[in-house]
């Protein structure tokens, strides 16, 4: 086992158990609904008692929970059942699906914020029902042996829906690229990118203290178009942990690590990551970002023997002289929320370490609407 997998497992590790305190079980359910005696409760329908109860042309309101002496009381949130959470408003935390099928998004960390780097692999931790829309401008490294500089442009739409309060479907690849490199010998190209999706789960949450930790796994498909580096081999799996929480007032840290492992290692180079979002709420709606990359290659492919650079998360170039090879990116950014279920974001990132591939530079931007 080389140094590369033994870092993989250790901070896969570390994310599943750093959400986690002693005697607190991964798999149990939180208890969603508050209890009620059978006869005056139903499957499916959020029980109230005397001091919940409201007229029928009334909005549902909070319960007031037992608090410290002297500290602000809390609310117990009719979508989790628990006391503290501070999900926005009683009737956001009401369980309506969307088009009777999907469940809304996770309301219980309103002021967590998604990543914005690492767009196709690093998963925010919550259960959401939203459509991502983004937009990245690559920069190619003059020093690349093969395209001698240039751009790339990828445009993309992500779909995420939630079956029940945990797990939820997720679509995290498609869209169309477009590359323009410096080498005349090469033609600028341009074609569909390969399409990925898989389940994610969220195995803890605790609102009260805003941590919350997923687990999940995609599989991408060779769909895309060749050309532009897309659609070798016979698919990728990727499985990966994603947690986070809220470190200090205003201010939250997201983690996600994964592998990228190929079912045919002949077209497709061997990955782990690791993705770390840091922010902090400077207004009501506007937040300062940072993050951090790690990419490191685990196996090499055999599709471009010889070749000593690979081509990040959006291209598995299956180069033959990568295994060993790190990568450590830095992104800057910021989001705002127009709204409670809206995030516009714009992020710049770049490489800090010496060696580049293909990353000379990024800017992305997106647009996140949320049910």
């Known amino acids: 086992m080389n140094r590369g997998t033994i870092a993989g497992v250790f ?42 109860t409201a007229p029928a042309t009334q909005p549902t309101t909070f319960t007031e929970a037992p608090t410290t002496a002297g500290g ?23 369980p309506k699906r969307l088009f009777g099928l999907f469940a809304p998004s996770d309301p219980c960390f309103s002021n967590f914020i998604s990543p914005q ?7 925010d931790p919550r259960t959401l029902t939203e459509i991502r829309f983004h937009f990245v ?9 093969v395209f001698e ?61 805003q941590r919350i930790l997923s687990v999940g796994t995609t599989f991408e498909f060779d769909t895309g178009t060749k050309r532009v580096f897309q659609g070798f081999g016979d698919g990728e799996v990727h499985l990966f942990a994603s947690g986070g ?7 939250h840290w997201l ?39 790690w990419f490191h290659w685990l196996q090499s492919g055999d599709r471009l023997p010889g070749a000593n650079f690979e081509g990040g998360d959006l291209f598995n170039l299956g180069s033959g002289d990568v295994a060993g090879n790190d990568i450590v990116t830095l992104g800057v950014g910021g989001r705002v929320k127009p709204t409670q279920n809206s995030e516009l974001g714009v ?16 800017v992305y931007l997106d647009l996140i609407l949320r049910y």
């Open 347 to 362: 992020a710049y990132e770049f490489p800090l370490t010496e060696r580049k591939d293909l990353l000379e530079s990024r």
């Open 72 to 94: 602000p009381s809390s609310a117990v949130c009719p979508y989790c059942g628990q006391a503290g959470c501070p999900g926005p408003t009683a009737s956001a935390c009401e």
């Open 137 to 145: 401008n690559h920069w190619i490294p003059e020093s690349n042996p």
């Open 117 to 123: 780097t690492n767009p196709l692999f690093f998963e």
């Open 255 to 293: 983690s996600g690590s994964g592998f990228r492992l190929p079912t045919d290692n002949n077209n497709r180079s061997q990955m782990w990551y690791w993705s770390n979002h840091w922010d902090y709420q400077l207004l009501e709606k506007l937040y300062a970002v940072l993050e951090v990359n």
């Open 11 to 52: 901070v896969v590790g570390t994310v599943l158990s750093g959400w986690c305190t002693a005697g607190e079980s991964l798999t149990t359910p939180e208890n969603v609904f508050s209890s009620a005696s059978a006869e005056n409760s139903e499957p499916g329908i959020l029980p109230t008692t005397e001091a919940t």
């Open 149 to 209: 500089g240039g751009e790339a442009q990828f445009l993309a739409a992500q779909i995420r829906v939630a079956l029940t309060e945990r797990l939820s479907i997720i679509a995290t690849k498609d869209g169309y690229i477009w590359i323009s490199g410096e080498n005349d010998a090469i033609p600028n190209l341009d074609g569909w990118a390969d399409l990925a999706g898989g389940l994610k789960y969220n195995v803890y949450r605790d609102p009260e203290s």
């Open 245 to 251: 929480a809220e470190i200090m007032p205003r201010a």
